[in-house]
Nanobody
Framework: QVQLVESGGGLVQAGGSLRLSCAASAGTFSATAMAWFRQAPGKEREFAAAISWGGDITDYGDSVRGRFAISRDNAKNTLYLEMNILKPEDTAVYYC????????????????WGQGTQVTVSS
């Protein structure tokens, strides 16, 4: 059964940092591009970051570029999102997602999703 489980969310003050993790079942992680999306209350889902299977290609949404870093450890079947210089507007539920093949930027192109982890940034 395909499973993605996020962890690491929480409450942090503006300017602080958090590290999210996404643990994947082995069948999910193999040969997949992975991504983080986020959704704030009343807003549409937003692309945050993506990484290729080999980790050699990464890309970021404009709102997080330069502050967030995506990485993966294929030996541990785990995806990470290091979030720095957090802002109140980063408050959202963060989801990890997986798809076979190359990085994509639309959520509709991802096949597997986690349940999400809440990140709240106080001002």
């Amino acid at each position: 059964q395909v499973q993605l489980v996020e962890s690491g969310g929480g409450l942090v003050q503006a300017g602080g940092s958090l590290r999210l993790s996404c643990a994947a079942s082995a069948g999910t992680f193999s040969a997949t591009a992975m991504a983080w999306f986020r959704q704030a209350p009343g807003k549409e889902r937003e692309f945050a970051a993506a990484i290729s299977w080999g980790g050699d290609i990464t890309d970021y949404g404009d709102s997080v570029r330069g502050r967030f870093a995506i990485s993966r450890d294929n030996a541990k079947n785990t995806l990470y999102l290091e979030m720095n210089i957090l802002k109140p507007e980063d408050t959202a539920v963060y989801y990890c997602a997986a798809r076979r093949g190359a990085i994509r930027y639309r959520g509709e192109e991802y096949d597997y999703w986690g349940q999400g982890t809440q990140v709240t940034v106080s001002s």
